[in-house]
């Protein structure tokens, strides 16, 4: 399995950004996936999941200004982001993801994107 994310940047207070995750090397249609991400210093946190059919689910200290959506025919899964605050500035991954009872990430992470908010 490889994950690509692209779409960060160097974005002012209050932009909005859309990130996006290409899979390959798997059935994507068949998976969960998530969206992360990693401060400087920080864990890897868990953002926002979406099931194989669409459905979305938030951490909830970040619910409304995210929102993840996925394209099965591209392999592609996105994450647009609103309103975006300097403590937002992160690196963000995607990767597959197992929603049991404990979420479980299965696949190796890819590159991430860097996102940073500032003026």
């Known amino acids: 399995v490889q994950l690509v994310e692209s779409g960060g940047g160097l974005v002012q207070p209050g932009g909005s950004l859309r990130l996006s995750c290409q899979a390959s090397?798997?059935?994507?249609?068949?998976?969960?996936m998530g969206w992360f991400r990693q401060a400087p210093g920080k864990q890897r946190d868990l953002v926002a999941t979406?099931?194989?059919?669409?459905?979305?689910d938030y951490t909830d200290s970040l619910r409304g200004r995210f929102t993840i959506s996925r394209d099965n025919a591209k392999n592609t899964v996105y994450l647009q982001i609103l309103s975006l605050k300097p403590e937002d500035t992160a690196v963000y991954y995607c990767?597959?993801?197992?929603?049991?009872?404990?979420?479980?990430?299965?696949?190796?992470w890819g590159p991430g994107t860097q996102v940073t908010v500032s003026s």
């Open positions: 990767n597959t993801v197992s929603l049991g009872t404990v979420l479980a990430v299965l696949s190796s």
């Open positions: 090397g798997l059935i994507f249609s068949n998976f969960a």
């Open positions: 979406i099931t194989s059919d669409g459905s979305a």
